[in-house]
C-alpha cells in the first residue's frame, strides 16, 4: 500500500505491506489500514509502517467490502454474510447470514452503529450492477430494502454529514 501526502508529488510504501493484498479500508481514525490477503487473514497494519497485526480469518476469495467502526470492530462480507471481528484481533462471528447463493458487499455502517449497508448479489454469477442495496440491523438481522437495482454502497467518513436515520 502507498501513501501520498497531498503536498507531494511521490508516493511511499507503507512498510510491511509489500504481500499481495487487497480490499484495503481505513480505521474510523484514519490511523490505520486494514486489508484481506491471499492467505485468507484480514490484517491491520498503523500507516506508520511497523509490523502488520492478524485481526481474523476470512474464506479466501469470497471476501469483499469492509467498514471499520469507530466502537473498534471490524465488519466484513464472506461466503457466509457479514462478519464482525475486533480490530484488535479474534475469531469473526457471524452478524448477518446471506440466503442462498446471495453475496454480500458491505460499503457502510451507519452512525447508530447497528446497521450495515450493504450491496447483495443474488447469485454466485450475477453481475454486482444488477443487485440490491439493502441495510440490515446487525442486532436483529432484520433486512430493509433500499435500492433493487445498484452496487456500490459507500460509507460516510467522520466529517461529513451521515443520515441520522434510514427513510
Given at each position: 500500500?502507498?501513501?501520498?501526502?497531498?503536498?507531494?508529488?511521490?508516493?511511499?510504501?507503507?512498510?510491511?505491506?509489500?504481500?499481495?493484498?487487497?480490499?484495503?479500508?481505513?480505521?474510523?481514525?484514519?490511523?490505520?489500514?486494514?486489508?484481506?490477503?491471499?492467505?485468507?487473514?484480514?490484517?491491520?497494519?498503523?500507516?506508520?509502517?511497523?509490523?502488520?497485526?492478524?485481526?481474523?480469518?476470512?474464506?479466501?476469495?469470497?471476501?469483499?467490502?469492509?467498514?471499520?467502526?469507530?466502537?473498534?470492530?471490524?465488519?466484513?462480507?464472506?461466503?457466509?454474510?457479514?462478519?464482525?471481528?475486533?480490530?484488535?484481533?479474534?475469531?469473526?462471528?457471524?452478524?448477518?447470514?446471506?440466503?442462498?447463493?446471495?453475496?454480500m458487499y458491505v460499503g457502510a455502517l451507519?452512525?447508530?452503529?447497528?446497521?450495515?449497508?450493504?450491496?447483495?448479489?443474488?447469485?454466485?454469477?450475477?453481475?454486482?450492477?444488477?443487485?440490491?442495496?439493502?441495510?440490515y440491523s446487525i442486532s436483529t438481522g432484520?433486512?430493509?430494502?433500499?435500492?433493487?437495482?445498484?452496487?456500490?454502497?459507500?460509507?460516510w467518513p467522520g466529517t461529513r454529514n451521515?443520515?441520522?436515520?434510514?427513510?
Amino acid at each position: 500500500i502507498f501513501l501520498r501526502a497531498m503536498d507531494e508529488l511521490d508516493a511511499r510504501l507503507i512498510p510491511g505491506t509489500d504481500e499481495v493484498l487487497r480490499g484495503p479500508f481505513f480505521s474510523a481514525d484514519g490511523r490505520s489500514i486494514g486489508y484481506f490477503t491471499q492467505a485468507s487473514q484480514v490484517k491491520r497494519i498503523a500507516i506508520s509502517g511497523g509490523a502488520p497485526v492478524v485481526v481474523g480469518a476470512h474464506q479466501g476469495g469470497a471476501s469483499i467490502g469492509a467498514v471499520w467502526g469507530s466502537d473498534g470492530t471490524i465488519l466484513f462480507g464472506d461466503a457466509e454474510g457479514v462478519y464482525r471481528v475486533p480490530a484488535t484481533g479474534g475469531v469473526p462471528e457471524l452478524v448477518v447470514r446471506s440466503e442462498g447463493e446471495n453475496r454480500m458487499y458491505v460499503g457502510a455502517l451507519l452512525p447508530d452503529g447497528d446497521t450495515v449497508l450493504v450491496t447483495e448479489r443474488r447469485s454466485a454469477g450475477a453481475d454486482w450492477d444488477a443487485g440490491e442495496i439493502n441495510a440490515y440491523s446487525i442486532s436483529t438481522g432484520e433486512r430493509r430494502a433500499m435500492l433493487t437495482t445498484g452496487a456500490g454502497v459507500q460509507g460516510w467518513p467522520g466529517t461529513r454529514n451521515p443520515p441520522a436515520a434510514l427513510p
